[in-house]
């Protein structure tokens, strides 16, 4: 039988137990995950660029996108690169984690959909090629027209080149000590409508796309980051009131405390992941009040409609906010 445990707090995804059942080498310093529920029954459906918060037995939650098939109903896939400097978690999982071990599951979530367009081009960098390669599966099974261009440090440090390989040329395989930095106007050209493009890798590949598509239609390009850029100072410095609607608790946040510390320290645990603003774990509808979004998730519109945020993170430009927590 599946067990699931809810965090405690309302509006925190409830939390699937699952099983580790496979655990692979996919290139120097990436592995593979597969985990599956307990009884074998159905998981919860997801779609390219989705993730899911997986919470390890050591107590840590990490993010990490799906990678695998996503018309497998029993089987969730992840790709996890060693950090140098793991906060313990890649650590633990790289290290520690052994098939047949219990975790829990939250999600999955999409803060990197793949939209409907008749052509793409994929840009990824290093372990950015996870979020990515659902997507170009998605892309080809449409018949839509795409192109993928894919860089690392060395081929050896490259996961799913196997995967990859089927595609022929329309995948660029470029890694750094044979080619040196991707060629990014090059690869994207010029300006021009219809196209959707897509990137996820390290900051400095991100910034670079940014810099390379400044002049392409509106909402063309689509990035997914690892970590948030540095935020400017906060709208407000004095505290404020976060006031919790379905129990008419308020809370106050000081300018020392983040919004998911506050609501901690009374008893309401959101779960969350990276607090760092670039996951989504702790995604929180507001319902009254102008939130100061600090996070690296949502887009221009996104901000402008402040009908949610991301607590680990963003804060408040008025005196009083409601959330529907």
């Known amino acids: 039988m599946t067990a699931t445990f809810p965090v405690t707090g309302t509006g925190a995804a409830d939390v699937a137990t699952l099983r580790v059942t496979g655990k692979h080498v996919q290139a120097d310093g990436v592995l593979t995950l597969e985990l599956a529920s307990p009884s074998g029954s159905r998981l919860r459906d997801w779609t390219p660029g989705a993730h899911i918060d ?43 984690l052994q098939v047949g071990d219990l975790v829990g599951v939250g999600g999955p979530r999409n803060n990197f959909p793949l939209v409907p367009s008749e052509q793409y081009l994929f840009v990824a960098g290093g372990i950015g090629i996870t979020p990515i390669l659902p997507m170009v599966r998605q892309a080809d099974l449409l018949g839509a027209d795409w192109r993928l261009l894919y860089g690392g440090r060395h081929r050896a440090s490259m996961a799913f080149l196997d995967e990859l390989a089927p595609y022929g040329d329309r995948v660029q395989v470029r890694p750094q000590d044979e080619f040196g930095l991707l060629d990014l106007p090059a690869f994207v050209g010029e300006p021009r409508e219809g196209i959707r ?61 983040t919004v998911l510390e506050a609501l901690n320290r009374v008893g309401v645990e959101v779960l969350s992941s990276c607090r760092r603003g670039v996951c989504g774990t702790c995604e929180i509808p507001v319902l009254a009040g102008r939130p100061d979004h600090r996070d690296a998730l949502l887009d221009d519109d996104e901000r402008q409609a402040d009908d949610c945020m991301y607590v680990c993170v963003s804060r408040s430009r008025d005196e009083r906010l409601v959330l529907d927590l």
Not at 199 to 220: F, I, K, N, Q
Not at 223 to 238: G, I, K, L, Y
């Open 197 to 257: 493009i897509y990137s996820c890798g390290p900051a400095p590949l991100l910034d670079a796309m940014e810099r390379t598509c400044a002049y392409w239609p509106p909402s063309s390009l689509r990035v997914e980051r690892f970590v948030a850029d540095e935020a400017a100072a906060p709208a407000r410095t004095a505290p404020f009131e976060v006031e919790l609607a379905r129990t008419g608790t308020t809370v106050t946040v000081t300018p020392d405390l």
């Open 54 to 96: 997986l919470v390890l037995p050591n107590g840590l939650t990490r993010q990490y996108s799906l990678c695998g098939d996503r018309w497998d109903s029993t089987t969730y896939r992840v790709g996890v690169l060693r950090e140098p400097e793991s906060r313990g978690g890649s650590s633990f999982v790289h290290e520690q």
